[in-house]
Protein backbone atom coordinates (compact mmCIF):
# COMPACT_ATOMS: atom_id res chain seq x y z
CA UNK A 1 0.00 0.00 0.00
CA UNK A 2 1.22 3.62 -0.95
CA UNK A 3 1.78 7.06 0.64
CA UNK A 4 0.51 9.83 -1.42
CA UNK A 5 3.28 10.07 -3.93
CA UNK A 6 1.55 10.95 -7.32
CA UNK A 7 2.51 13.62 -9.43
CA UNK A 8 5.49 15.01 -7.39
CA UNK A 9 7.18 11.90 -8.32
CA UNK A 10 7.18 13.34 -11.87
CA UNK A 11 9.50 15.94 -10.48
CA UNK A 12 11.70 13.44 -8.86
CA UNK A 13 14.78 14.72 -11.49
CA UNK A 14 14.85 18.14 -9.42
CA UNK A 15 15.76 16.88 -5.62
CA UNK A 16 19.03 16.86 -4.61
CA UNK A 17 20.19 13.35 -4.51
CA UNK A 18 23.05 11.35 -3.15
CA UNK A 19 25.11 8.52 -5.09
CA UNK A 20 23.38 4.87 -5.36
CA UNK A 21 25.91 2.58 -4.01
CA UNK A 22 25.99 -0.84 -3.86
CA UNK A 23 25.18 -3.16 -0.53
CA UNK A 24 26.17 -6.90 0.59
CA UNK A 25 23.08 -9.05 -0.54
CA UNK A 26 22.64 -11.10 2.26
CA UNK A 27 21.29 -15.10 1.45
CA UNK A 28 17.30 -15.81 1.14
CA UNK A 29 16.38 -12.76 -0.59
CA UNK A 30 16.68 -11.65 -4.53
CA UNK A 31 14.83 -9.36 -6.63
CA UNK A 32 15.00 -8.55 -10.55
CA UNK A 33 13.86 -5.22 -11.82
CA UNK A 34 12.19 -4.18 -14.80
CA UNK A 35 11.01 -0.37 -16.32
CA UNK A 36 7.53 -0.26 -16.52
CA UNK A 37 6.90 0.74 -19.94
CA UNK A 38 5.67 4.25 -20.99
CA UNK A 39 1.95 4.26 -22.50
CA UNK A 40 1.76 5.72 -25.53
CA UNK A 41 2.05 9.18 -26.16
CA UNK A 42 3.94 10.03 -23.01
CA UNK A 43 7.54 10.78 -21.53
CA UNK A 44 7.53 10.27 -17.79
CA UNK A 45 6.03 8.27 -15.11
CA UNK A 46 5.42 7.42 -11.89
CA UNK A 47 3.76 4.70 -10.00
CA UNK A 48 2.21 4.85 -6.75
CA UNK A 49 0.82 1.15 -5.61
CA UNK A 50 1.32 -2.57 -6.38
CA UNK A 51 -1.23 -5.33 -6.16
CA UNK A 52 -0.26 -8.48 -4.77
CA UNK A 53 -0.84 -9.58 -8.82
CA UNK A 54 1.78 -7.17 -9.49
CA UNK A 55 -0.45 -4.53 -11.28
CA UNK A 56 0.56 -1.12 -10.58
CA UNK A 57 -1.12 2.65 -10.62
CA UNK A 58 0.43 5.15 -11.32
CA UNK A 59 0.66 8.42 -13.66
CA UNK A 60 2.62 9.39 -16.85
CA UNK A 61 2.85 12.26 -18.68
CA UNK A 62 3.18 13.45 -22.12
CA UNK A 63 2.31 16.79 -24.43
CA UNK A 64 -1.81 16.04 -23.14
CA UNK A 65 -0.56 16.62 -19.80
CA UNK A 66 -0.74 13.74 -16.77
CA UNK A 67 -3.07 10.80 -16.80
CA UNK A 68 -3.85 8.18 -14.43
CA UNK A 69 -2.79 4.56 -15.43
CA UNK A 70 -3.05 0.89 -14.85
CA UNK A 71 -0.25 -1.29 -15.43
CA UNK A 72 -1.54 -4.64 -15.66
CA UNK A 73 0.12 -7.66 -14.50
CA UNK A 74 -0.39 -9.30 -18.43
CA UNK A 75 1.39 -6.60 -19.74
CA UNK A 76 -1.98 -4.31 -20.73
CA UNK A 77 -1.93 -0.67 -19.95
CA UNK A 78 -5.01 1.29 -19.13
CA UNK A 79 -5.26 4.81 -19.61
CA UNK A 80 -7.43 6.35 -16.31
CA UNK A 81 -8.25 10.05 -17.80
CA UNK A 82 -8.12 12.81 -15.36
CA UNK A 83 -8.64 10.03 -12.72
CA UNK A 84 -5.14 10.52 -10.43
CA UNK A 85 -4.80 6.41 -8.44
CA UNK A 86 -3.47 6.47 -5.10
CA UNK A 87 -3.56 2.72 -4.46
CA UNK A 88 -5.00 -0.66 -5.80
CA UNK A 89 -7.17 -3.50 -3.96
CA UNK A 90 -8.84 -6.21 -4.81
CA UNK A 91 -10.58 -7.18 -7.98
CA UNK A 92 -8.76 -4.35 -9.71
CA UNK A 93 -10.25 -1.98 -7.62
CA UNK A 94 -8.62 1.76 -7.78
CA UNK A 95 -8.91 4.40 -5.36
CA UNK A 96 -7.77 8.08 -5.83
CA UNK A 97 -9.66 11.49 -6.52
CA UNK A 98 -10.98 12.85 -9.81
CA UNK A 99 -11.54 16.41 -10.69
CA UNK A 100 -14.42 18.13 -8.77
CA UNK A 101 -16.91 20.63 -10.85
CA UNK A 102 -15.22 23.72 -8.08
CA UNK A 103 -11.71 22.67 -9.47
CA UNK A 104 -11.04 20.46 -5.99
CA UNK A 105 -10.11 17.05 -6.57
CA UNK A 106 -12.79 14.21 -5.14
CA UNK A 107 -12.12 11.21 -3.43
CA UNK A 108 -13.49 8.19 -5.69
CA UNK A 109 -13.00 4.90 -6.62
CA UNK A 110 -12.48 3.73 -10.19
CA UNK A 111 -13.60 0.01 -11.07
CA UNK A 112 -14.64 -1.31 -15.07
CA UNK A 113 -13.94 2.26 -16.62
CA UNK A 114 -16.27 4.40 -14.50
CA UNK A 115 -15.01 6.59 -11.55
CA UNK A 116 -17.50 6.99 -8.72
CA UNK A 117 -17.32 10.00 -6.11
CA UNK A 118 -16.81 9.10 -2.53
CA UNK A 119 -19.38 10.43 -0.31
CA UNK A 120 -18.63 13.57 2.54
CA UNK A 121 -18.31 17.10 2.63
CA UNK A 122 -15.69 18.54 1.79
CA UNK A 123 -15.67 22.00 0.59
CA UNK A 124 -12.05 21.90 -0.29
CA UNK A 125 -11.80 18.78 -2.00
CA UNK A 126 -11.36 15.25 -0.60
CA UNK A 127 -8.72 12.28 -1.81
CA UNK A 128 -8.63 8.30 -1.01
CA UNK A 129 -5.41 7.14 -0.07
CA UNK A 130 -5.67 3.60 0.67
CA UNK A 131 -7.51 0.30 -0.10
CA UNK A 132 -7.86 -3.00 2.24
CA UNK A 133 -8.55 -6.13 0.91
CA UNK A 134 -11.87 -6.05 2.39
CA UNK A 135 -12.13 -2.58 0.18
CA UNK A 136 -12.65 -0.41 3.46
CA UNK A 137 -10.99 2.88 2.25
CA UNK A 138 -9.05 5.40 4.15
CA UNK A 139 -8.53 9.06 3.25
CA UNK A 140 -9.34 12.98 3.97
CA UNK A 141 -12.26 15.56 3.73
CA UNK A 142 -10.93 19.30 3.29
CA UNK A 143 -13.19 21.58 5.04
CA UNK A 144 -11.32 24.11 4.82
CA UNK A 145 -7.74 25.65 4.12
CA UNK A 146 -6.88 25.00 7.51
CA UNK A 147 -9.64 21.93 8.27
CA UNK A 148 -8.94 18.65 7.35
CA UNK A 149 -10.30 15.50 8.74
CA UNK A 150 -9.01 11.74 8.30
CA UNK A 151 -12.31 9.17 7.62
CA UNK A 152 -12.68 5.41 6.45
CA UNK A 153 -15.56 4.53 4.13
CA UNK A 154 -16.64 1.15 5.00
CA UNK A 155 -17.00 -1.51 2.31
CA UNK A 156 -20.46 -2.56 4.09
CA UNK A 157 -22.03 0.47 4.04
CA UNK A 158 -21.26 1.62 0.63
CA UNK A 159 -22.80 5.43 1.31
CA UNK A 160 -20.94 5.99 4.85
CA UNK A 161 -18.12 7.95 6.17
CA UNK A 162 -16.10 7.01 9.62
CA UNK A 163 -14.49 9.78 10.88
CA UNK A 164 -11.21 9.43 12.39
CA UNK A 165 -11.14 10.84 16.55
CA UNK A 166 -9.05 13.43 16.65
CA UNK A 167 -9.20 17.06 18.75
CA UNK A 168 -7.30 18.89 16.28
CA UNK A 169 -8.36 20.46 13.09
CA UNK A 170 -5.97 19.01 10.89
CA UNK A 171 -5.96 15.22 10.30
CA UNK A 172 -4.47 12.62 7.79
CA UNK A 173 -4.95 9.10 7.31
CA UNK A 174 -2.00 7.37 5.00
CA UNK A 175 -2.68 3.20 5.08
CA UNK A 176 -5.23 1.18 6.39
CA UNK A 177 -4.28 -2.94 6.58
CA UNK A 178 -6.43 -5.91 6.70
CA UNK A 179 -6.15 -6.00 10.39
CA UNK A 180 -8.87 -3.33 11.08
CA UNK A 181 -6.00 -0.18 11.77
CA UNK A 182 -5.43 2.93 10.08
CA UNK A 183 -2.41 5.42 10.63
CA UNK A 184 -1.89 8.94 10.07
CA UNK A 185 -1.23 12.04 11.50
CA UNK A 186 -2.74 14.77 13.51
CA UNK A 187 -1.41 18.55 13.50
CA UNK A 188 -0.19 20.37 10.43
CA UNK A 189 2.85 22.22 11.80
CA UNK A 190 5.43 21.60 14.58
CA UNK A 191 5.14 21.54 17.25
CA UNK A 192 1.83 20.48 17.11
CA UNK A 193 2.46 17.29 15.26
CA UNK A 194 1.81 13.61 16.10
CA UNK A 195 1.39 10.30 14.50
CA UNK A 196 -1.23 8.45 15.02
CA UNK A 197 -2.89 4.78 14.92
CA UNK A 198 -6.79 4.29 15.04
CA UNK A 199 -9.02 1.58 14.15
CA UNK A 200 -11.03 1.41 11.39
CA UNK A 201 -14.49 2.14 13.31
CA UNK A 202 -12.72 5.84 14.31
CA UNK A 203 -11.11 4.43 17.49
CA UNK A 204 -7.83 6.38 18.56
CA UNK A 205 -5.21 3.24 19.77
CA UNK A 206 -2.27 5.74 20.45
CA UNK A 207 -0.23 8.32 19.13
CA UNK A 208 3.53 9.49 19.02
CA UNK A 209 4.47 12.70 19.92
CA UNK A 210 4.82 15.50 19.79
CA UNK A 211 8.58 15.63 21.36
CA UNK A 212 10.61 17.83 22.85
CA UNK A 213 11.29 19.61 19.21
CA UNK A 214 7.71 19.47 18.58
CA UNK A 215 8.36 16.37 16.39
CA UNK A 216 6.44 13.13 16.02
CA UNK A 217 8.44 10.75 18.36
CA UNK A 218 8.05 7.75 16.27
CA UNK A 219 7.13 8.05 12.54
CA UNK A 220 4.51 5.97 11.18
CA UNK A 221 5.23 4.46 7.23
CA UNK A 222 3.28 1.64 6.40
CA UNK A 223 1.13 -0.62 8.45
CA UNK A 224 -0.05 -4.30 7.53
CA UNK A 225 -1.37 -7.03 8.93
CA UNK A 226 -1.35 -4.97 12.33
CA UNK A 227 2.84 -4.79 12.21
CA UNK A 228 3.53 -0.85 11.31
CA UNK A 229 6.73 -0.38 10.16
CA UNK A 230 8.39 2.94 11.65
CA UNK A 231 11.30 5.08 12.82
CA UNK A 232 11.81 5.18 16.74
CA UNK A 233 13.50 8.63 17.50
CA UNK A 234 12.28 8.48 21.13
CA UNK A 235 15.87 7.45 22.28
CA UNK A 236 18.24 9.81 20.40
CA UNK A 237 19.43 8.21 17.24
CA UNK A 238 17.14 6.95 15.01
CA UNK A 239 16.18 3.18 14.92
CA UNK A 240 13.83 1.12 12.48
CA UNK A 241 11.42 -0.69 14.28
CA UNK A 242 8.70 -3.08 13.67
CA UNK A 243 5.24 -2.08 16.09
CA UNK A 244 2.80 -4.37 17.26
CA UNK A 245 -0.57 -2.12 16.77
CA UNK A 246 -2.45 -3.09 19.46
CA UNK A 247 0.28 -3.77 22.06
CA UNK A 248 2.72 -0.81 20.82
CA UNK A 249 5.58 -2.88 21.49
CA UNK A 250 8.40 -2.30 19.01
CA UNK A 251 10.61 -4.96 17.64
CA UNK A 252 13.93 -3.86 15.95
CA UNK A 253 14.22 -4.48 12.53
CA UNK A 254 17.78 -7.05 12.06
CA UNK A 255 20.42 -5.69 9.86
CA UNK A 256 18.52 -1.92 9.46
CA UNK A 257 21.00 -0.14 12.20
CA UNK A 258 20.94 2.40 9.03
CA UNK A 259 17.58 1.95 7.42
CA UNK A 260 15.23 3.98 7.39
CA UNK A 261 11.03 1.94 6.05
CA UNK A 262 8.66 2.56 2.71
CA UNK A 263 6.34 -0.36 3.14
CA UNK A 264 5.76 -3.71 4.44
CA UNK A 265 4.18 -6.78 3.45
CA UNK A 266 1.49 -8.91 4.86
CA UNK A 267 4.85 -11.27 5.80
CA UNK A 268 6.85 -8.69 7.53
CA UNK A 269 9.17 -7.96 4.28
CA UNK A 270 10.14 -4.65 4.19
CA UNK A 271 11.40 -1.99 1.49
CA UNK A 272 13.07 0.66 2.27
CA UNK A 273 16.44 3.10 1.75
CA UNK A 274 19.77 2.61 4.05
CA UNK A 275 22.20 5.51 4.52
CA UNK A 276 25.88 3.56 3.66
CA UNK A 277 29.03 5.36 3.26
CA UNK A 278 31.46 8.31 5.19
CA UNK A 279 28.61 10.56 6.13
CA UNK A 280 25.55 7.86 5.60
CA UNK A 281 25.49 10.36 2.03
CA UNK A 282 24.86 6.75 0.00
CA UNK A 283 21.63 5.92 -0.33
CA UNK A 284 20.95 2.19 -1.07
CA UNK A 285 17.26 1.21 -1.89
CA UNK A 286 16.50 -1.75 0.18
CA UNK A 287 15.07 -4.98 1.26
CA UNK A 288 14.91 -6.74 4.37
CA UNK A 289 13.05 -10.20 4.68
CA UNK A 290 13.61 -13.29 6.73
CA UNK A 291 16.57 -11.69 9.18
CA UNK A 292 18.05 -11.26 5.58
CA UNK A 293 18.93 -8.02 3.41
CA UNK A 294 19.75 -7.58 -0.46
CA UNK A 295 20.28 -4.23 -2.21
CA UNK A 296 17.30 -3.41 -4.81
CA UNK A 297 18.92 -3.64 -8.26
CA UNK A 298 18.37 -0.44 -10.36
CA UNK A 299 17.87 -0.58 -14.53
CA UNK A 300 21.47 0.37 -16.51
CA UNK A 301 21.64 4.08 -16.19
CA UNK A 302 19.81 5.08 -13.72
CA UNK A 303 20.66 7.85 -11.47
CA UNK A 304 18.29 7.41 -8.83
CA UNK A 305 15.90 5.65 -7.74
CA UNK A 306 13.78 4.15 -4.34
CA UNK A 307 11.04 2.11 -3.77
CA UNK A 308 7.33 3.18 -2.97
CA UNK A 309 5.28 0.62 -2.37
CA UNK A 310 5.00 -3.28 -1.62
CA UNK A 311 2.54 -6.00 -2.43
CA UNK A 312 0.95 -7.97 0.78
CA UNK A 313 2.67 -10.98 -0.09
CA UNK A 314 5.87 -9.31 -0.38
CA UNK A 315 6.17 -10.65 -3.89
CA UNK A 316 6.39 -7.27 -6.02
CA UNK A 317 7.35 -4.00 -5.00
CA UNK A 318 7.32 -0.95 -7.20
CA UNK A 319 9.72 2.39 -6.91
CA UNK A 320 10.19 5.22 -9.27
CA UNK A 321 13.50 6.92 -10.49
CA UNK A 322 14.99 8.69 -13.21
CA UNK A 323 18.03 8.31 -15.80
CA UNK A 324 19.77 11.39 -18.37
CA UNK A 325 16.68 10.82 -20.07
CA UNK A 326 13.25 11.05 -18.14
CA UNK A 327 11.63 9.88 -14.62
CA UNK A 328 10.59 6.22 -14.90
CA UNK A 329 8.58 3.52 -13.05
CA UNK A 330 10.21 0.65 -11.86
CA UNK A 331 8.67 -2.85 -10.70
CA UNK A 332 10.46 -5.55 -8.99
CA UNK A 333 10.17 -9.30 -8.56
CA UNK A 334 11.26 -10.72 -5.59
CA UNK A 335 11.84 -14.46 -4.39
Not at 33 to 46: E, I, M, Q
Not at 177 to 201: C, L
Not at 238 to 267: C, F, K, N, W, Y
Not at 310 to 327: C, E, K, P, Q, S
Request: some cysteine; aromatic content about 4%; overall charge negative.
Amino acid sequence: MSRRVGAVALAVAGLVLTSVAPAVAAPGVRCSVAKLPLPDGTTAASVTDVADDGSAVGIAAGKSGPHGYLWRADGTITDLGAFDPTAIGPGGMIVGSTPGEDGHGRAAVWRDGTATVLPGAADRGSDAVDVNRAGDITGVLSTSDTSQRAVVWPHDRPRSVVYLDSKEDFATAVHIDDGGYVIGSVGDVPPNVAEVVWRTDGREVRRYGPDQQGEPSVVLHDVARGRIAAMDRSGGEPRMVVLDARTGRGEPVPLAEHGSPTAISDRGTIVGSESTGEHGLDIVPTIWSGGAKAALPGPDGALFFTPVALGGTGRFAVGNGHDAAANFALRWTCR
